[in-house]
């Protein structure tokens, strides 16, 4: 019998965890060296509002820089000023600061349930899809050159 033994566990620490993603990065950083993700984050606010807190905010990005790509985590506007130029106005923006960042790619991951064509729109090319994630939809990936808008 074998001295290693698989066990799915439901009672694990954070430090379990940690200690096999250190690991993993440990790893990474032995092929392509030490690299850090900086996160950057987006907010469109309402400037009708005086406070500045979550009740002004109408859309917004979080993503992060890396390795020289954009990651594209979350893009969101708020439904009532949907189709106004907003969401491109933001991507626009965090790809612009992407590249002052040095990036000269992006990506993101979106549902066929969201906004594939809005990104298509902006110069993203599919690479990837996953049929039936979630079931009767699609999960996409796309990607983009940023030196297209530079």
Same mark, same amino acid.
């Given at each position: 019998?074998?001295?290693?033994?698989?066990?799915?566990?439901?009672? !694990?620490?954070?430090?379990?965890?940690?200690?096999?993603?250190?690991?993993? +990065?440990? #790893?990474?950083?032995?092929?392509?060296?030490?690299?850090? !993700?900086?996160?950057l984050?987006? #907010? +469109? *606010?309402?400037?009708?509002?005086?406070i500045?807190?979550?009740?002004?905010?109408?859309?917004?990005?979080y993503?992060? $820089?890396?390795?020289?790509?954009?990651n594209?985590?979350?893009?969101?506007?708020?439904?009532?000023? *949907?189709?106004?130029?907003?969401?491109?106005?933001?991507?626009?923006?965090?790809?612009?600061?992407?590249?002052?960042?040095?990036?000269?790619?992006?990506?993101?991951?979106? !549902?066929?349930?969201?906004?594939?064509?809005?990104?298509?729109? +902006?110069? !993203?090319?599919?690479?990837? $899809?996953?049929?039936?994630?979630?079931?009767?939809?699609?999960?996409?990936?796309?990607?983009?050159?940023?030196?297209? $808008?530079?």
């Amino acid at each position: 019998m074998s001295r290693y033994q698989i066990s799915i566990e439901n009672n !694990y620490t954070s430090n379990s965890i940690e200690f096999i993603e250190n690991k993993l +990065l440990e #790893f990474n950083f032995s092929q392509i060296g030490s690299y850090k !993700y900086k996160p950057l984050v987006i #907010f +469109l *606010r309402d400037s009708r509002s005086k406070i500045s807190s979550q009740e002004n905010i109408v859309g917004g990005f979080y993503g992060f $820089i890396g390795l020289g790509w954009l990651n594209v985590s979350t893009l969101w506007v708020a439904e009532t000023l *949907r189709g106004q130029g907003y969401g491109q106005a933001i991507l626009t923006t965090a790809e612009q600061e992407a590249i002052q960042q040095k990036c000269d790619y992006a990506y993101v991951f979106t !549902y066929s349930f969201q906004a594939p064509n809005f990104y298509q729109k +902006l110069g !993203y090319e599919i690479f990837g $899809i996953l049929d039936n994630f979630p079931p009767g939809h699609q999960r996409l990936f796309l990607k983009k050159r940023l030196a297209q $808008i530079s």
